[in-house]
């Protein structure tokens, strides 16, 4: 069981808008910047979003984060057929001095 | 550019021992914190280690404290994990990869290399 909670799945149609939630607490989350990363397959993760809601450059503004309290959300915009890969919520939890991830969220654009 | 390379994977038997090594270019290695992660087959990411640019803060999941050593060579730009007392469990890719910046540590990781598998079985 991973400290951070995502949804095994997620999918919508090329061009759509989709959310990934990633639930935690206050020892995490509540209290710590949360980053996203994308892996395609076979691949390196990605870092899409760091500090919550900031991109690296050369990550296309289609990607977007939120966090609100102890849950954080990546926004993906104008799906393409080549967004397909899992992606996931990483932070600090402060109780267990461990850094710790969500246990990903598999994209798939119908 | 920046660059991670890592190497030292390989098969092992259950309670043997295995020395990883990751390869920087491309920045100022002794700058930045680094850290293993890994991800086991069809399975997702699990921090492992980090270790401070000056080798003197370390930490460990609780899943290896005890078993596994993280350390560096800034004269070489170079990361190690001393993995002794291999479980099927520690079966993964190995990732080594670059804290976001220089000030300390983030736990935002904004590059990673290829990855290297380590294999635990009888």
């Known amino acids: 069981q991973s400290v951070l909670t995502q949804p095994p799945s997620v999918s919508a149609a090329p061009g759509q808008k989709v959310t990934i939630s990633c639930s935690g607490s206050?020892?995490?989350?509540?209290?710590?910047?949360v980053s996203w990363y994308q892996q395609l397959p076979g691949t390196a993760p990605k870092l899409l979003i760091y500090?919550?809601?900031k991109r690296p450059s050369g990550i296309p503004d289609r990607f977007s984060g939120s966090k609100s309290g102890t849950s954080a959300t990546l926004g993906i915009t104008g799906l393409q057929t080549g967004d397909e890969a899992d992606y996931y919520c990483?932070?600090?939890?402060?109780?267990?001095?461990?850094?710790?991830f969500g246990g990903g969220t598999k994209l798939t654009v119908l | 550019q920046v660059q991670l390379v890592e190497s030292g994977g390989g098969l092992v038997k259950p309670g043997g021992s295995l020395r990883l090594s990751c390869a920087a270019s491309?920045?100022?290695?002794?700058?930045?914190?680094m850290s293993w992660i890994r991800q086991a087959p069809g399975k997702g990411l699990e921090w492992v280690s980090y270790?401070?640019?000056?080798?003197?803060?370390?930490n460990y999941a609780d899943s290896v404290k005890g078993r596994f050593t993280i350390s560096r060579d800034n004269a070489k730009n170079s990361l190690y994990l001393q993995m002794n007392s291999l479980r099927a469990e520690d079966t993964a890719v190995y990732y080594c990869?670059?804290?976001?910046?220089?000030?300390?540590?983030?736990?935002?990781?904004?590059?990673w290399g290829q990855g290297t598998l380590v294999t635990v079985s009888s």
């Open positions: 990869a670059r804290d976001r910046y220089s000030s300390g540590w983030s736990n935002q990781l904004p590059y």
């Open positions: 491309g920045f100022t290695f002794s700058d930045y914190y």
């Open positions: 270790i401070s640019s000056s080798s003197s803060y370390t």
């Open positions: 206050s020892s995490n989350i509540g209290n710590n910047y």
């Open positions: 500090d919550s809601n």
């Open positions: 990483g932070t600090w939890d402060s109780s267990l001095s461990a850094m710790v």
